[in-house]
């Protein structure tokens, strides 16, 4: 019978190779950037190589062209209880922006006393890679565990989380009892996260010229109103339903406007738009939203005639809440205190992941704990500390024969 220790061992002696796998993969570019041409490819390749060195026989699943989800299971030695553990990283980075502004290059992976710079290092391929070498440690040494462990590393995270959506579709999260997400959370463990709605709001109007605006019907107008009716009802929510012990509160948030052309000022356009990011709590669920949007259109209607307004769902991802009784909670709450000697604090994810697309669709119970700052993803010059990729490394050691024991 193997031990804990065993394993830990394992995982011991491929420090250097994990170290060297995270260089590259952060190396891999991974941005999804179509006039580019760049895609989660290289990064998916990196991984399904690795596995398929182990000895294993990964899934290459293509959710569209050059953007793959690599999957691969690890069935335990022992009568099997029942629990289906996955556990989730994506493969996609956000763009690195201006490169003449980062200390070293973004796809560089540069290591400086302790620190691997580059993007994705932290969100999230520092997570991806600890979670597959604390696997390989648990396959080398032999461990001892029931059910089954469930790799799943996606693309499209970034995006309309494309990767996570065709994962469910296929039917890999069916019968999962748990998933662990290694986004970057700075030693926290996060058991609930925000909601998503992406909206887009088109105002229909007429077209006048700009010195007789009692002929046309300024669509600028109807939007402005209803974009101030939307500061009011993130008032109102705030209001109603309050903080959030982890998730704060509830925003609805204005990020692009468009409307007419600067060629021809004199010129009232026919119709106008913005782009809604609204981030919520449980506690807002997302019908009431919409059902007090779609009110706030009709007021604005009302006092601007011949105006209409549309309101179309881009994505919808409900907050999550995971049940802080959860047997995974427990095991990475346990297996955190064994590495760092201390408890750690409760959290929640201030944005969505892929985890949210688990719960929507399967009711899977989630927590998301993983190596790098929190506020550090996105940013120019992003690291992760590669003492905290190794202790994450053990932690999912110990998370994962816990749970699965």
Known sequence: MCSLADTLAALQTNEAALEQFLCQFVQAESVYDPQRGTTEEPAARTVFNLLTAWGWSPLWEEVAPGRPNIIATLTGNRPDHGRRLIIEGHTDVVTPGDQSTWQYPPFAATIIDG?????????????????????RAIQQSGADFSGTIVLAIVADEEGLMLGIKDFVARGHADHATAALICEPE?????????????????????????????????????LVA?????????????????????LDEPYITPTVLSAGTAAQMNVIPDYAAAYLDIRTIPETP????????????NTVE???????????????????????????????????????GAAPP????????????????????????????????????????????????????????????
Not at 115 to 135: C, E, I, N, P, S
Not at 323 to 340: F, K, M, R, S, Y
Not at 350 to 375: A, C, K, S
């Open 226 to 246: 209803f974009l101030a009716g939307c500061e009011e009802l993130e008032s109102a929510l705030r209001q109603e339903f309050g903080v959030h012990q982890y």
């Open 302 to 340: 009302q006092r601007y005639p011949e105006r209409q307004i549309t309101i179309t769902v881009i994505d919808d991802r409900p907050a999550t809440a995971t049940d802080p009784t959860e047997p995974l909670v427990a095991t990475i709450v346990a297996a955190h205190t064994a590495e760092w």
């Open 115 to 135: 620190k691997l710079y580059g993007r994705g290092t932290a969100d999230m391929k520092g997570g991806v890679a600890a979670a597959l070498f604390a696997v």
């Open 286 to 297: 997302h019908p009431l939203i919409m059902n007090r949007l779609r009110a706030l259109a």
């Open 186 to 222: 700075g030693g926290r463990v996060c058991i609930a996260q925000k909601g998503a709605l992406r909206l887009h709001i088109a105002v229909q109007g007429r077209m006048a010229h700009g010195a007789m605006p009692h002929a046309g019907a300024n669509p600028l107008l109807a």
């Open 346 to 405: 409760f959290g929640g994810v201030p944005g969505t992941t892929d985890g949210t697309i688990l719960w929507r669709e399967r009711g899977i119970p989630l927590v998301t704990y993983g190596p790098g700052d929190t506020l550090i993803p996105h940013q120019v010059n992003e690291f992760v500390r590669l003492a905290e990729v190794h202790a994450a490394a053990r932690v999912y050691v110990r998370t994962i024969l816990a749970y699965l024991s």
